[in-house]
C-alpha cells in the first residue's frame, strides 16, 4: 500500500508538473520533513524518492521559469538571503578550518553538503507554492506528519514494542535524521500548531474536534520520548496559541489538558534530570554541574577563539577537546551555539535573524487578513511552529533539521501571498506621483501655471 501510494504521488508530480507545479513541491516537502523511507524502509528498498522528487520539482521550477510564472520577489525575503548566506559561510568555513573532525560521528562535509541541498531546494521550492488553494496543501501535509508521528509514537508504546526504547525512552525512526528521540519531538511540537489552530480553522466539526481529540496523543508521544526542551518547547507553543485565540473555553481546555501532562510526566522529568546532573562533575570537586551549562561555556569560549568563521562545520567536539581537554566531551546543546562556534559569529546572527524576519512577516499577515482564513491559520500555525523549533533548540542542535526550514519556506511564501491579496505590493509599485510646485494645479498628469 506504502509503495502504492509513493509511486501514484511521484507519477502525480511529474504528469502536474506544467500545470500544477506545487504539486511536485508538496511531494518534496513531504519527502523532506517526514523521511518516510525510514518509517516504511522496506517499501522503498534502494529507491532514492529524495532524488527522484528533487529533480521533479527542479524541471517544475526550470518549465515555470520560461513561461514567466516565477515570482522573482520572493528571493527577496530575510530568509532566502539568510539561508544562502549561511550555505556560503558554511563553505568558507569548512575550506579554512583548521580541525578535522574525527570525533563525530557526521563528518563536516556530511554537514556541509545537507545544508547545501536545503538550501538548494529552498530556492526551487519557495516560487512554486504561488496560490492562496496551494498553501492550504502545505499546511495538511504537516498536520499528516504531526498526526502520523504521533501515532506511530503511541502504537510503539500500546503494542509493547519496546526494543524501540532506550533506558525507558522512546527513540525516532533508526538511522534516520530523527533517530534521537529529542529531535522526533521537536517534529511534533513544531507541528502542534498546525493541529491546534487547525482546530479553529476547520469549519467541519468532526474534523475539529478530532484534531483536539489528536492533541492528548500528541502530548502523550512527547511523554514517550521523556524530551525536557520538547516540553518546553511544547509549553511555548500552547501559550502562543492562548495569547492568539481569544477563547476562554478552549484555552482553559488547552490549559488543564496541558498540566495534566506535566503532572503525569512530572516524575519522569525529575529523575532524568537528577541522573543527568549526577553523571557530570566539576574539575574542581564533586559538586555536580549540568553538562549542558559546561557545553555552553566551552561553545562561548570558542566563539572568542575562532569569532570570524568558528571551528569549522561539525568540529565543536574536536576543537573543544584540543582547545579545553577536559571540559566537556559534548556537543553544543544549543542551536545558536552550534551555528556560532562551529561557523562563526556571524553564521549565529543569522540564525537568530530569522525568527526576527519572520516574526515581522507573522505580524504584517496577522494585521491585514482576515481572521481565521488561510492566510491567517498558515501565518498562525507557521509562527507556533517556529516558536516551538526556537525554544527546542536552546537545548539542542537542531543545524540540519528539514522541518525548520520547511517553516522559513512556508511563512514566507504565505507572506507574500498575502501581501499580493490585500494589494501592499500593488500599492508600492506604483509611481509615486510628482510634487505639486507653488502656484501649479496637476491635471491629467500634466503642471499648469
Given at each position: 500500500m506504502v509503495k502504492l501510494a509513493l509511486y501514484l504521488s511521484l507519477i502525480a508530480s511529474f504528469v502536474m508538473?506544467?500545470?500544477?507545479?506545487?504539486?511536485?513541491?508538496?511531494?518534496?516537502s513531504i519527502v523532506s520533513v517526514m523521511q518516510p523511507q525510514y518509517i516504511w524502509f522496506w517499501a522503498f528498498e534502494d529507491f532514492s524518492v529524495f532524488k527522484f522528487s528533487a529533480v521533479i520539482t527542479i524541471l517544475a521550477w526550470i518549465w515555470h521559469a520560461f513561461q514567466g510564472n516565477i515570482r522573482w520577489e520572493v528571493y527577496k525575503s530575510g530568509q532566502f538571503k539568510g539561508v544562502l548566506g549561511l550555505a556560503i559561510?558554511?563553505?568558507?568555513?569548512?575550506?579554512?578550518?583548521?580541525?578535522?573532525?574525527?570525533?563525530?560521528?557526521?563528518?563536516?562535509?556530511?554537514?556541509?553538503?545537507?545544508f547545501t541541498t536545503i538550501a538548494i531546494m529552498y530556492f526551487f521550492v519557495l516560487p512554486l507554492i504561488n496560490q492562496e488553494t496551494t498553501i492550504k496543501f502545505f499546511g495538511f501535509m504537516y498536520i499528516f506528519v504531526t498526526v502520523y508521528y504521533a501515532y506511530w509514537a503511541n502504537d510503539h508504546y500500546l503494542s509493547a514494542?519496546?526494543?524501540?526504547?532506550?533506558?525507558?525512552?522512546?527513540?525516532?525512526?533508526a538511522l534516520s535524521p530523527y533517530t534521537d528521540g529529542n529531535v522526533t519531538s521537536i517534529v511534533l511540537t513544531s507541528g502542534l500548531g498546525f493541529v491546534m489552530f487547525g482546530a479553529r480553522y476547520f469549519p467541519n466539526k468532526w474534523l475539529k474536534y478530532g484534531l483536539l481529540l489528536t492533541i492528548p496523543f500528541i502530548w502523550h508521544a512527547l511523554i514517550l520520548f521523556a524530551s525536557r526542551g520538547a516540553l518546553l518547547s511544547a509549553a511555548a507553543v500552547t501559550l502562543f496559541f492562548a495569547m492568539q485565540v481569544k477563547s476562554k473555553s478552549l484555552n482553559?481546555?488547552?490549559?488543564?489538558?496541558?498540566?495534566?501532562m506535566l503532572v503525569y510526566q512530572g516524575g519522569m522529568l525529575t529523575q532524568r534530570t537528577s541522573n543527568t546532573v549526577e553523571q557530570a562533575q566539576t574539575e574542581s570537586g564533586d559538586k555536580p554541574l549540568n553538562p549542558r551549562l559546561v557545553s555552553w561555556s566551552v561553545g562561548i569560549d570558542i566563539v572568542q577563539e575562532y569569532p570570524l568563521l568558528g571551528a569549522g562545520p561539525q568540529r565543536f567536539q574536536y576543537a573543544s577537546r584540543l582547545l579545553f581537554p577536559g571540559k566537556s566531551p559534548h556537543v553544543a546543546h544549543n542551536t545558536?551555539?552550534?551555528?556560532?562556534?562551529?561557523?562563526?559569529?556571524?553564521?549565529?546572527?543569522?540564525?537568530?535573524?530569522?525568527?526576527?524576519?519572520?516574526?515581522?512577516?507573522?505580524?504584517?499577515?496577522?494585521?491585514?487578513?482576515?481572521?481565521?482564513?488561510?492566510?491567517?491559520?498558515?501565518?498562525?500555525?507557521?509562527?507556533?511552529?517556529?516558536?516551538?523549533?526556537?525554544?527546542?533548540?536552546?537545548?539542542?542542535?537542531?543545524?540540519?533539521?528539514?522541518?525548520?526550514?520547511?517553516?522559513?519556506?512556508?511563512?514566507?511564501?504565505?507572506y507574500y501571498l498575502?501581501?499580493?491579496?490585500?494589494?501592499?505590493?500593488?500599492?508600492?509599485?506604483?509611481?509615486?506621483?510628482?510634487?505639486?510646485?507653488?502656484?501649479?494645479?496637476?491635471r491629467a498628469g500634466k503642471a499648469v501655471a
Open positions: 508538473l506544467f500545470k500544477a507545479p506545487w504539486i511536485a513541491a508538496l511531494v518534496y559561510i558554511f563553505h568558507l568555513s569548512n575550506a579554512l578550518t583548521p580541525f578535522e573532525s574525527y570525533f563525530s560521528l557526521v563528518s563536516g562535509d556530511l554537514v556541509v553538503s545537507n514494542n519496546w526494543a524501540q526504547f532506550n533506558q525507558g525512552r522512546l527513540m525516532g525512526p482553559i481546555l488547552m490549559g488543564v489538558g496541558f498540566v495534566a545558536f551555539l552550534n551555528f556560532a562556534a562551529n561557523t562563526g559569529i556571524f553564521a549565529g546572527l543569522i540564525y537568530l535573524s530569522f525568527f526576527w524576519v519572520s516574526w515581522k512577516q507573522f505580524k504584517f499577515v496577522r494585521k491585514r487578513v482576515v481572521t481565521n482564513s488561510t492566510f491567517d491559520y498558515i501565518n498562525m500555525s507557521c509562527m507556533a511552529g517556529l516558536v516551538g523549533y526556537f525554544t527546542g533548540a536552546l537545548f539542542l542542535d537542531l543545524i540540519i533539521f528539514e522541518p525548520f526550514y520547511f517553516l522559513l519556506l512556508l511563512i514566507t511564501a504565505n498575502a501581501k499580493r491579496s490585500t494589494g501592499e505590493d500593488i500599492i508600492k509599485e506604483q509611481p509615486v506621483p510628482p510634487k505639486r510646485m507653488p502656484g501649479q494645479v496637476h
